[in-house]
């Protein structure tokens, strides 16, 4: 019996991500090895995106494979063509995957029903094997990843360059996470960078994930001072300069695991999965039982539907394991069309609009409208209106994602509030009333912090008790002290820092036990006590 693991729930977090290669002691990592593999995945260990999904086993073939005879990294190996450099960087990034053999199992049981499907697209567009890795390095093959710069899916698009590249993007579905899409769009992206640099892969890859503009522009001041201009001199964000080492140092391994102790979880070569035309929208709880799967495993499948159906203007296809495909086939035909949907007669009352109508329905004005051929959000009392709604009960869509998000602001500190969204708020907005970041309320809540809030949501704020170990009062009876953590971010430096919360450097160094002769880096931690009515 093959079973694959993968990220899972229903209702979606919308969100190129950075790295690091030293997060072994991390404790969410070690948490998922005991009591809560809800909060755990939210991090992976290379891969600095958000994992919002546990993983849950897929039933992929209906026999027991003892062993696998054609593997699918025997394929990949037979193309490797880039010359991997044996310098510092490589080796660095290479040692960590090779001392974390289980980490390249997980991102393989993830990557297991997709890999032949991307394998047979980068051969028909005639593109570089090692392309089939890039996911590992941008999403550890999640699909559902998102990361706080807003990218999102297996690619990590931003939203902007997803549209650029054909990736449909509304209410119903986020083409970002459809693996067949996104799969598509990335190779569109990829061999136009390719293009803007001459033929250099590197320097395309350094592009995907920093920006054309960027790379163009490093690439013209060495030219222009007479250095090289391949990746290796160029001037890039830390970011980018571990990026570029990452895929290669996978590629290495992939090429000769042997030599550095790596045992390369087995994929036979052969697709598992296969797309099925559904000719027009249906709701997903219903296909599901149709294809004898759960909602959360058609849905770790089929990642781009937000909602309880798939889009009513498309795409209307399915991925399906390939044991499952007959039987979804045979129910879908004998299925009258009608009943793909579940349809409510409403009578509209006095005080109605469509926009309430839609959020009592948990739909939206233009479904309504386009299932009334309405042309305008025009209504009147007493009249019928026919609203698309789901077959099952919401819980039964929603119910992990309830019990998923319920776990995550369980794990804060403080005393509990829950704030309700209102006309015009911000994150930003929200987070000062409480004196909380952005980046916490959203941590809190499932979500990323440039995602669009939604009127009347409920968010979960913890704010810090005001005990005597973290707040005091000073001699004078005047300033407040809190002891905080704060997140070293790009540009940074202990004199910025100090700058910015009325400290000294002294008192930063103390704090934290630094020596200001040594740099900060992105991601560390500093304890501070800040006079918060300072600030």
């Known amino acids: 019996m093959k079973k694959l693991l993968f990220p899972l729930s229903f209702t979606l977090l919308f969100g190129c991500q950075t790295t690091s290669s030293n997060n072994d002691e991390d404790p969410t990592v070690q948490l998922a090895q005991n009591e809560d593999i809800y909060v755990a995945l939210l ?27 054609d593997d699918v990294w025997q394929r990949v190996r037979s193309q490797l063509n880039f010359e991997i450099p044996q310098n510092n960087k490589v080796i660095a990034q290479r040692t ?29 567009n005639d593109m570089p094997m090692e392309l089939v890795l890039l996911p590992i390095v941008e999403s550890a093959y999640d699909p559902f ?27 119903w579905y986020d083409g970002r996470r459809d693996v067949a899409a996104s799969t598509q769009a990335a190779i569109k992206f990829l061999k136009y960078l390719n293009k803007r640099f001459d033929g250099d892969w590197l320097l395309a890859l350094a592009a995907y994930n920093s920006g ?20 290796w001199n160029l001037k890039l964000p830390k970011e980018t300069r571990d990026y570029v080492p990452k895929l290669l140092a996978l590629a290495d391994i992939v090429k000769r695991p042997q030599d550095f102790g790596v045992t390369l979880y087995a994929i036979e070569n052969t697709p598992v999965i296969s797309q099925v035309d559904i000719g027009s929208q249906l709701d997903l709880a219903l296909a599901s039982d149709l294809a004898g799967l759960s909602v959360d495993e058609l849905h770790a499948l089929n990642p781009g539907f937000n909602r309880w159906a798939t889009a009513p203007t498309g795409p209307h296809y ?31 009352k006095n005080g109605d609009s469509l926009s309430v109508i839609a959020k009592r329905f948990n739909t939206t004005t233009t479904v309504i409208k386009s299932a009334n051929n309405m042309a305008n959000n025009n209504i009147r009392a007493g009249k019928y209106l026919l609203i698309p709604t789901a077959t099952q009960s919401l819980d039964r869509y929603k ?13 804060g500190k403080g005393n509990k509030v829950v704030y309700t969204v209102r006309s015009g708020d911000t994150l930003w907005d929200i987070g000062q009333l409480y004196n909380v970041s952005s980046k916490q309320i959203a941590k809190w809540n499932g979500f990323a912090p440039k995602d669009t809030l ?65 740099y900060l880096q992105p991601g560390q931690m500093l304890k501070l006590s800040v006079n918060i009515t300072s600030i």
């Open 96 to 124: 960590w995957y090779a001392k974390h053999n289980a980490y390249l199992d997980r991102v393989a049981k993830r990557a297991e029903p997709f890999i032949y499907h991307i394998i047979e697209e980068l051969e028909q």
């Open 212 to 231: 054309e503009g960027r790379v163009a522009r490093a690439v013209k001041y060495n030219a222009r001072k007479g250095k090289p201009t391949d990746f």
């Open 454 to 518: 939604r009127l009347g949501q409920k968010l979960t704020i913890w704010k810090e008790s005001t005990t005597a170990s973290s707040t005091s009062k000073t001699a004078s009876g005047n300033a407040v002290v809190r002891n905080i953590n704060y997140k070293v971010r790009n540009g940074d430096s202990l004199a910025r820092i100090a700058n910015k919360f009325k400290v000294t450097i002294k008192d930063i160094e103390k704090w934290n036990n630094l020596n200001r002769k040594k």
């Open 399 to 411: 119910s992990y994602e309830q019990v998923r998000l319920s776990k995550i602001a369980s794990k």
């Open 318 to 348: 399915l991925l399906l394991p390939n044991n499952k495909v007959e039987k979804f086939k045979e129910g879908l035909a004998k299925l009258p069309k009608t009943e793909r949907l579940s349809w409510q007669r409403y009578k509209i």
């Open 145 to 171: 990843a998102y990361s706080h710069g807003s990218a999102s899916g297996m690619w990590q698009f931003l939203s902007g360059t997803g549209k650029q590249f054909g990736l449909q993007q509304d209410w």
């Open 43 to 69: 991090a992976d260990e290379t891969a600095n995106v958000i994992h919002p999904k546990a993983d849950v086993d897929i039933r992929l073939s209906d026999e027991d494979k003892l062993a696998i005879s």
